[in-house]
């Protein structure tokens, strides 16, 4: 390419997009491309996302449910032991005022039960009958008081956790409804990387091939270890080959570096060979300007997605937080993310028209957040140390005080966000 070429085409290339018009531009279009709904066990579907709302089979309770160990009596006392009901069973009813039946926690409270004496605060004297005075108000739970049949309970779009789980056996379910998990693979480029030992001679050790399946993992994706590949020779017929038999079962490919147009940069010419749309092409945010997200659309017409990230490592993070993160909650279903807000104790400067991701540490309690140290593009130790990235908007700084939005780090697959 001639400078004249090369200056032209500079020229043409479009700007960057602004760091929330991407975020909400990727999932959009996630959100289109939503993954088909399957049913699983509800053993298996920690991790994935309700894909219709949960909704409750019976009343909660099912029946009226005693409380405490104690004496499910009839009329006033002293009473007459007629019976016992212990959890699991249908009791015979209390017919007669006067009578009393031994009951269980948790068991079925009998037809005709007046009150429940509690076991700890009863008396049975040599002539057998119960005495004592049960406590005003009923010490069951009565049909419906958590729901009523049929109430929706969670929304679609819900990540399915422990206690989603819990409420949904509680329910009478046995499997869910659920997107299916979006299936990942990463390509890793640049022959000076390794593999293996301490960095030297030139060569640096690849710290993004171990550590962006965890991340894609977290954010609810499945990946194997066969879908980690690389080093990629830094050949332009071994992207095409290498991201061509990636896309054959993945939903989304991550790349790592090679973003750019440098010599040895072939991510862009393969993208073009394989036919693929750019929705973002670089973003108006440091670290992590040159990062993308392009869709492909295959012969049995099944979308895929090739997610670009900066070979600089916390670069690539804020590639993960900025586009896969609301990719993936709009494949899966989920709502786009909502970002907490945190009162900046420390300054944080700004990057005059992009925004700026820094990494700070939060203090919860407080609803604080504290910048940390050693955050250049190619440093990870900050990372480690930090709990998410403070957004500092275009054209602003991050005074002392200031109320600012934070993207959480991902958490373990179907937890809860900060």
Wanted: charged share 20%.
């Amino acid at each position: 390419m001639s400078t004249e070429t090369a200056a032209a085409a500079q020229v043409a290339a479009p700007p960057p997009a602004g760091w929330e018009e991407a975020r909400s531009r990727v999932y959009a279009i996630g959100l289109a491309a939503a993954l088909p709904a399957v049913d699983r066990a509800l053993a298996d579907a920690d991790g994935h996302t309700l894909a219709e709302p949960l909704t409750t089979r019976t009343d909660l309770p099912a029946f009226p449910t005693s409380g405490v160990d104690g004496w499910a009596v009839r009329g006033d006392g002293p009473w007459r032991v007629v019976g016992r009901v212990l959890a699991g069973h249908t009791p015979d009813p209390l017919s007669d005022d006067g009578t009393t039946a031994e009951i269980a926690t948790g068991a079925m409270v009998p037809e005709g039960t007046t009150a429940i004496l509690r076991i700890e605060e009863s008396t049975r004297p040599s002539d057998g009958l119960v005495a004592g005075t049960p406590r005003p108000g009923p010490e069951w739970r009565e049909p419906g008081e958590e729901a009523y049949a049929g109430e929706e309970l969670l929304p679609a779009g819900t990540p399915v956790d422990p206690a989603v789980i819990g409420l949904a056996a509680s329910c009478g379910h046995d499997t869910l409804r659920v997107r299916r998990q979006p299936r990942a693979a990463l390509l890793v480029f640049g022959d000076e990387l390794l593999t293996a030992g301490p960095p030297g001679a030139g060569r640096v050790r690849d710290a993004l091939g171990p550590t962006v399946p965890a991340w894609l993992r977290r954010y609810g994706c499945q990946v194997r270890p066969a879908d980690v590949i690389g080093p990629v020779a830094d050949t332009l017929p071994a992207h095409v080959a290498a991201l061509r038999g990636a896309l054959a079962d993945a939903d989304l490919v991550c790349t790592t570096g090679g973003t750019m147009h440098g010599p040895v940069d072939h991510l862009h010419p393969t993208l073009e060979a394989l036919g693929a749309d750019y929705v973002v092409n670089t973003v108006a945010v440091r670290p992590g300007f040159p990062m993308l997200l392009a869709r492909l659309v295959g012969d049995d017409g099944r979308v895929r997605f090739v997610a670009g990230l900066p070979g600089n490592p916390q670069s690539a993070v804020v590639a993960l937080v900025s586009l896969v993160a609301p990719l993936l909650a709009g494949l899966q279903g989920r709502p786009m993310p909502v970002l907490p807000q945190v009162t900046l104790a420390e300054p944080v400067p700004g990057r005059g028209d992009y925004t700026h991701l820094a990494l700070v540490r939060v203090d919860r309690a407080a609803g604080t957040a504290h910048p940390v140290r050693h955050v250049g593009s190619a440093m990870l130790r900050g990372l480690a140390g930090a709990d998410g990235f403070a957004v500092i908007g275009p054209g602003t700084g991050g005074e002392v005080g200031a109320r600012v939005p934070v993207v959480p780090l991902p958490l373990t697959p179907g937890e809860r966000s900060w």
